[in-house]
């Protein structure tokens, strides 16, 4: 089944600077994956799961290679990379909360709650047409 998975985000800094991100799984298939490139003044943070694991990380001329983790499960075809990996981990934590009866990194809901309010503070704003500020 082939779905759009699609955002695009416009931030502004609070020294001026732009960011802009998009993501999208709704493209040629030739070009379709998860990939990512953060830019700034003196460089460039890329990712691309078609390079399996691998992040381009460049600093004005100075170019690194960084390899990630292993993964336990192999992802989908053009999922990000550890995507098949981050339910695994949820499910054990889930467990290990379980079982210990502990508190643990698992959301609360009130994490949820809150993650809410912000969207809505983020859909009434971009309606008033303000802009929003991040601290």
């Given at each position: 089944?082939?779905?759009?998975?699609?955002?695009?985000?416009f931030f502004?800094?609070?020294?001026?600077?732009?960011?802009?991100?998009?993501?999208?799984?709704?493209?040629?298939?030739?070009?379709?994956?998860?990939?990512?490139?953060?830019?700034?003044?003196?460089?460039?943070?890329?990712f691309s799961?078609?390079?399996?694991?691998?992040?381009?990380?460049?600093?004005?001329?100075?170019?690194?290679?960084?390899?990630?983790?292993?993964?336990?499960?192999?992802?989908?075809?053009?999922?990000?990379?550890?995507?098949?990996?981050?339910?695994?981990?949820?499910?054990?934590k889930l467990?290990?909360?379980?079982?210990?009866?502990?508190?643990?990194?698992?959301?609360?809901?009130?994490?949820?709650?809150?993650?809410?309010?912000?969207?809505?503070?983020?859909?009434?704003?971009?309606?008033?047409?303000?802009?929003?500020?991040?601290?």
């Amino acid at each position: 089944m082939q779905v759009d998975d699609h955002s695009e985000t416009f931030f502004m800094t609070s020294n001026g600077q732009y960011i802009h991100i998009e993501t999208s799984k709704a493209c040629d298939e030739d070009l379709c994956g998860f990939y990512i490139t953060i830019t700034g003044r003196s460089g460039e943070i890329k990712f691309s799961s078609k390079n399996e694991g691998v992040v381009t990380v460049s600093n004005n001329d100075i170019q690194e290679i960084v390899q990630l983790d292993d993964r336990i499960y192999i992802d989908p075809e053009n999922e990000f990379y550890g995507w098949k990996d981050s339910f695994y981990y949820s499910h054990i934590k889930l467990l290990e909360a379980i079982k210990n009866r502990k508190e643990t990194a698992i959301s609360t809901f009130e994490d949820g709650l809150k993650a809410q309010e912000v969207l809505e503070h983020c859909i009434n704003s971009y309606q008033q047409k303000q802009y929003i500020e991040f601290r």
